[in-house]
């Protein structure tokens, strides 16, 4: 792969990731509403149950013989319990921390990658890359403002679903090496709604019909968001993409203002703004890349 194909392909990825941060931002909106009225147990089952129901659905349609082939099925199920962590893990932060608050403290998650990925893969950023990563991590926490009133023990959640999310994106791109989007979205479903239904039984509730149609909907977006990571990581590695992801915030954000009457006050603008230039500076510097050659 020659450096203009490779840069373009870079570009490819960023945009699916970029798409993948408003799904996210979308699920999680819905995920707080669904929260208020239902256990979490409970709307983590449905959501990982509607998520295996569609993807079957999508593979079957495919009619290969080797469609739900994967020679690394141990890979899925490490996949499927960090996945676990990162769900369960910010929709319990969730019951107490605002939704810009908590999406924002995920986004240590992008630290970690960028850290980790040249131990595992091997693959180094570069000054830039870093540079946008340490200033996307002083935006979230000029966001998070840690020696105001709001911060709480109940923040420690969503920091422990910035490290399993962190695991669970390096463990997508091992995955897919191998294995195709699909496959990927299957079986993380399979394992996540395995394991999830061994609780379950101890928090079942009854969805009204309005809860059931957002049910289906957050599983809906659940699979959208998961099949474009896999996708993602096919033209581009975890450094590359890691600080795009901060872009949910300012999403996280807008649904806050409009779903849940919370306004970020100015110093959480500027921690925005701030996490906006750190993945933009990597957008410019591979579209300036394709645009030259």
């Known amino acids: 792969m020659n450096a203009s194909t490779r840069s373009h392909s870079h570009v490819i990825?960023?945009?699916?990731?970029?798409?993948?941060?408003?799904?996210?931002?979308?699920?999680?909106?819905?995920?707080?509403?669904l929260i208020l009225a239902l256990p979490v147990i409970f709307v983590a089952w449905a959501r990982y149950l509607i998520h295996t129901l569609l993807v079957t659905s999508v593979i079957l349609?495919?009619?290969?013989?080797?469609?739900?082939?994967?020679?690394r099925p141990w890979l899925h199920l490490l996949r499927a319990v960090f996945l676990l962590g990162d769900s369960l893990t910010f929709l319990f932060g969730l019951t107490h921390v605002p939704l810009a608050e908590s999406t924002a403290l995920v986004f240590l998650a992008p630290a970690f990658v960028?850290?980790?990925?040249?131990?595992?893969?091997?693959?180094?950023?570069?000054?830039?890359?870093?540079l946008s990563v340490v200033i996307g991590f002083v935006g979230v926490?000029?966001?998070i403002n840690p020696g105001?009133?709001?911060f709480s023990l109940w923040m420690l959640f969503p920091l422990a679903c910035a490290f399993c999310f962190a695991v669970y994106q390096m463990l997508t791109q091992l995955a897919g090496e191998l294995d195709s989007p699909s496959v990927c979205s299957f079986y993380v479903g399979v394992f996540s709604t395995a394991l999830l239904s061994l609780a379950v039984p101890f928090f079942w509730a009854a969805p009204s019909p309005s809860q059931w149609l957002m049910l289906l909907v957050l599983g809906s977006l659940g699979l959208s968001a998961h099949f474009l990571i896999a996708k993602?990581?096919?033209?581009?590695?975890?450094?590359?993409?890691?600080?795009?992801g901060y872009l949910q915030i300012v999403f996280a954000t807008g649904y806050g203002v409009v779903f849940f009457d919370s306004y970020p006050g100015l110093s959480?603008?500027?921690?925005?703004?701030?996490?906006c230039v750190s993945g933009l500076l990597v957008?410019?510097?591979?579209?300036?890349?394709?645009?030259?050659?």
Do not use: C
């Open 268 to 275: 959480s603008a500027f921690g925005m703004a701030l996490i």
């Open 148 to 150: 105001g009133d709001g």
């Open 13 to 33: 990825g960023m945009w699916l990731m970029v798409g993948v941060t408003f799904i996210f931002a979308s699920h999680d909106a819905l995920s707080k509403t």
């Open 61 to 71: 349609r495919e009619k290969r013989k080797d469609a739900f082939h994967t020679t």
């Open 283 to 293: 957008y410019a510097k591979r579209t300036s890349a394709v645009v030259t050659n």
């Open 114 to 130: 960028t850290i980790l990925s040249p131990l595992l893969f091997g693959i180094r950023a570069d000054r830039l890359q870093w």
């Open 232 to 244: 993602s990581y096919r033209y581009a590695s975890s450094s590359v993409l890691a600080p795009l």
């Open 141 to 143: 926490l000029v966001v």
